[in-house]
Structures are given as C-alpha cells and as structure tokens.
C-alpha cells in the first residue's frame, strides 16, 4: 500500500458525459501528479500540482483540467467523453524535489461506450 | 527534445537472468528511477540511481552511466511473478520526471 488513496476504482459512462476523479496523496506529500495509461500504453504525464498551484503541464486535453485543494487532496475533470478517453488513470504523489520519488495510487479505471 | 528508449519486449525463462536496458536524452538530469508494474495494477519503486555505477538490492540491479545516457536494470533468478512492465524514467529536475514507454518481461518456465 503507498498510501495514495483514488475513488472511484471503476467508472462507466457515456459518450459526451463528465466525470471527476478523486485523489488524497501520502501524508505529508504536496506535489500531486496525474497519468493516463490507454491499453498496452505507457504512463502519459497529464498535469502536475504542489501545494494547490499548477507546476507543470504535459499532454493534457482541453477538455481535461485538474485542481489541488488546501487539504492537498487533488480532482480531475473529464468533460465530453470520448471513447478514446478510456483508460487506467493514475495519480501520484512525491514529496521533496531532490529525490522526487513518486508513490503511485491503485488507478481508476474509466470506461467509455 | 526529451528521448526514453527501451525495448518493448523481452522474453526470459524462470531461474535465469535477464537485463533490460534504457537510453536517455533529456534536457536535465538529475537521477533514473526503475518502476515495476504489473498489468492493471500502479507501478512500484525499483531503484533510482544517481551516480554512474551498479547498484545491487536483492535479486534486482540498476546500472548506470550518465556520460553514455544510459543504464539497465538487472533481474537475477527470475521467478514468474516477476512478468511485468518495467519503467525506467528520468528525474529531470524539481518536480519533472519522464516515464519510457516501458519493457514487457514475459518469465516461462
């Protein structure tokens, strides 16, 4: 167990609907991270919070945002699903910016017909 | 730009010993890690290297050479539960780090 907690572990919807994954990162940890992994893929890094502020940003859809609250538990919001969007969702958290290992919640596994 | 190659596959029998290797080309470097993740589940701590050279833990050895851009990771006595993906990634800097596509082990008895 890392300690990264993610609700739901599976979500089923729609094309064209609008979900929200939930993350509460390891005590003590500020930097959250989110990935998307599509099938036999490798992590794709999506966006990156310390703190409640955007770090950095990688290949993130428009339709996609995220945000870090002062608890430092962290959201993403998916907006007018695809089915290409269906995928195993991680988050990450780390601690310090020397060693910057990252401890990687179970994932949410999004479906999409 | 920022590169991570390793191979897609590799296929080993149980007991031997397999290397999997990675190069690198980023913009920064400040440390490799290795990650281990089984199918459909998240990837876990293996290794992170910092300077060149062999680092042993257990069955489990990461390689590394920052002048070549390149390093492996080990796997002695290789037991089935050892298929799975294997991530090298690079520690660019501050909170950056670049996940490879990852290696494929398959084990066979």
């Known amino acids: 167990d890392s300690g990264v907690t993610q609700t739901p572990k599976h979500l089923i919807t729609a094309t064209g609907q609008r979900v929200t994954l939930r993350c509460s990162p390891r005590?003590?940890?500020?930097?959250v991270y989110w990935y998307q992994q599509s099938l036999d893929q490798g992590l794709q890094f999506l966006i990156q919070?310390?703190?409640?502020?955007?770090?950095a940003k990688g290949n993130i859809l428009e339709r996609f945002s995220a945000q870090q609250f002062p608890d430092l538990h962290s959201e993403l919001n998916l907006s007018s699903l695809e089915l290409g969007d269906s995928a195993l969702y991680f988050c990450?958290?780390?601690?310090?910016?020397?060693?910057?290992?990252?401890?990687f919640g179970p994932g949410t596994r999004l479906t999409v017909l | 730009g920022q590169n991570i190659d390793q191979p897609t596959e590799m296929t080993a029998t149980e007991g031997a010993i397999v290397q999997i290797n990675c190069t690198y080309q980023?913009?920064?470097?400040?440390?490799l890690f290795w990650y281990q993740q089984h199918a459909g589940e998240a990837p876990t701590f293996l290794s992170y290297?910092?300077?060149?050279g062999l680092e042993e833990k257990g069955r489990f050895s990461s390689f590394l050479s920052r002048s070549k851009g390149y390093s492996y990771l080990l796997l002695k006595e290789l037991q089935m539960k050892d298929s799975a993906s294997y991530l090298c990634?690079?520690?660019?800097?501050?909170?950056?780090?670049?996940f490879g596509a990852g290696t494929r082990l398959f084990v066979k008895a």
């Open positions: 919070y310390y703190n409640g502020e955007e770090r």
């Open positions: 990634a690079v520690h660019t800097g501050g909170f950056k780090t670049i």
């Open positions: 980023t913009s920064g470097f400040n440390g």
């Open positions: 990450a958290s780390s601690a310090g910016r020397t060693y910057n290992e990252q401890f």
């Open positions: 005590s003590g940890d500020l930097s």
């Open positions: 290297n910092v300077l060149d």
